[in-house]
C-alpha cells in the first residue's frame, strides 16, 4: 500500500482557521476536501477561493457533496439544479474525485441535513444507480459513496456494505469508509468495529474519513445512543483499529479528518485537535507500506443514461409518509405498524426512531 495522504474536509468559520492555521503554515495538510454544495447560494471569501484554488491547482482537492440525495425516489428540479451547480463547480476548479452520502433526503420541507437509511431492494437499488449514473455523467473524475452513520435496524448495519458494493459496480465507483459512522453502528446496535468493517469490499477503499461525535441520553434507560455529530475528538476505539483498517484497504488514497467548524472554540479542543491531527499522521506513517505506487488507474465507465430519469411513485410516497411520521413525533409503535414495502420497520429498533426524530428536530426547529 502506497502512503496515503492526509488532510482536513474544510470549514470557513473563524474558529477553525484559527485552529488549523499552524497546520496549514507547516504545510502538513496534504490534501483538502471541499463541501462544495455547502456554499452553492453563498458567496465565497477571497481568502477561501484562494486557498481552495491552491490545492486544486496542485492536485490536492476532493469533492464531498451533502445534499444531492441519491435515493430520492422522484427526481426533482432541485436535483437538476445541483447537477448544473456541480459542472460549473468543476468548470471553476479542478477536483482529484467528488463523493455523496449514502440515504435520501425527502423533498419535501424536512430534508435540510437528514441522511435517512434505505434498505436493500431491487428497486432502490436501480434508483440508486440511476442518480450515481447522473452525478458520473457530470463530471469526469471518480464518483464515490460514504457508508451512513445511521441506521434503523441492526439488518441495514449489517448489509450496507454489500449495498454499496452492488450500487458502485457499473461506474467503476470507490467508497469512503467514515470510520466514526462505524462506530456509531457498533456502539448502538452492539458489534464489534471490525466485525462490521469486514462486511465492506474494502479493496474500493479510496478515501477514510475521521471524526468524533456525541452521546444521547437513552430514552428507555439502555447504553446512550451515539450520534454522528462532528463536535469532539476521535474516539480512542476508532485510532485503536486504524492501522488494521489501513493495512486492508490496499487502494486507499486519502484519509481526511472531519470537524464541524464552530466547535473547536476554546484552547484546550483546539489542542485536541491538533493532537489527533498528529496521532493520525504518525499511525499512517507507521503504517504505510514501501510507497510503491499502485497501478490501478481509474478508467470511466460509459454507462448509457435513459433520456427520464428513473422514478418510483410508491417509493416516494412511502419516503414522504416516513419523513413526515418522524417530523411529526409519531410513537415508534406507529411507524414499525405502517405496511411499507420498501421499509422494513417491524424490524426497526425504537431508540433509533425516536433518534431520527431528534435528528430532524434538530435541523428542524420550526
Not at 456541480?86 to 455523496?100: D, Q, S, W
Amino acid at each position: 500500500m502506497k502512503r496515503p495522504l492526509l488532510g482536513l474536509s474544510m470549514m470557513a468559520e473563524a474558529e477553525f482557521v484559527s485552529a488549523v492555521l499552524p497546520l496549514l503554515q507547516s504545510n502538513s495538510i496534504e490534501v483538502l476536501e471541499w463541501s462544495f454544495d455547502t456554499f452553492y447560494n453563498a458567496e465565497e471569501p477571497d481568502w477561501l477561493s484562494n486557498l481552495l484554488d491552491f490545492y486544486a491547482e496542485n492536485n490536492r482537492l476532493i469533492g464531498h457533496g451533502v445534499y444531492y440525495s441519491l435515493f430520492d425516489a422522484r427526481w426533482t428540479e432541485r436535483q437538476e439544479i445541483w447537477l448544473n451547480n456541480l459542472k460549473e463547480e468543476f468548470h471553476k476548479r479542478n477536483y482529484n474525485h467528488i463523493t455523496e452520502h449514502f440515504g435520501f433526503m425527502n423533498t419535501e420541507n424536512f430534508h435540510q441535513g437528514v441522511p435517512l437509511p434505505v434498505s436493500l431492494h431491487s428497486k432502490t437499488l436501480e434508483i440508486g444507480k440511476d442518480r450515481l449514473y447522473r452525478l458520473q455523467d457530470a463530471v469526469q473524475v471518480p464518483v464515490g459513496i460514504e457508508n451512513l452513520a445511521f441506521s434503523f435496524s441492526l439488518d441495514d448495519v449489517m448489509e450496507q456494505g454489500v449495498f454499496l458494493d452492488k450500487l458502485t459496480e457499473d461506474t467503476n465507483g470507490f467508497l469512503i469508509l467514515d470510520l466514526h459512522n462505524i462506530y456509531c453502528q457498533s456502539c448502538n446496535f452492539g458489534v464489534e468495529m471490525q466485525e462490521i468493517i469486514k462486511l465492506y469490499p474494502l479493496h474500493k477503499v479510496k478515501e477514510i474519513h475521521l471524526s468524533g461525535g456525541s452521546w444521547q441520553e437513552s430514552v428507555y434507560g439502555k447504553n446512550p445512543v451515539r450520534r454522528d455529530t462532528h463536535d469532539d475528538a476521535i474516539p480512542e476505539q476508532i485510532l485503536s483499529v486504524l492501522s488494521s483498517v489501513l493495512s486492508q484497504c490496499e487502494n486507499l488514497e486519502y484519509i481526511i479528518i472531519e470537524r464541524l467548524g464552530n466547535t473547536i472554540d476554546t484552547d484546550e479542543k483546539k489542542k485536541s485537535f491538533l493532537n489527533d491531527f498528529e496521532t493520525v499522521r504518525r499511525l499512517i506513517d507507521l503504517s504505510a507500506g514501501s510507497g510503491i505506487e499502485n497501478n490501478n488507474f481509474w478508467t470511466k465507465k460509459d454507462v448509457l443514461l435513459s433520456e427520464n430519469p428513473l422514478e418510483d411513485l410508491l417509493l416516494h410516497e412511502e419516503q414522504t409518509l416516513l419523513t413526515k411520521l418522524l417530523f411529526d413525533n409519531a410513537g415508534p409503535e406507529l411507524v414499525k405498524d405502517q405496511k411499507f414495502h420498501y421499509f422494513k420497520t417491524k424490524n426497526w429498533d425504537s431508540e433509533m426512531i425516536l433518534t431520527a426524530q431528534n435528528i430532524i428536530k434538530k435541523w428542524n426547529p420550526y
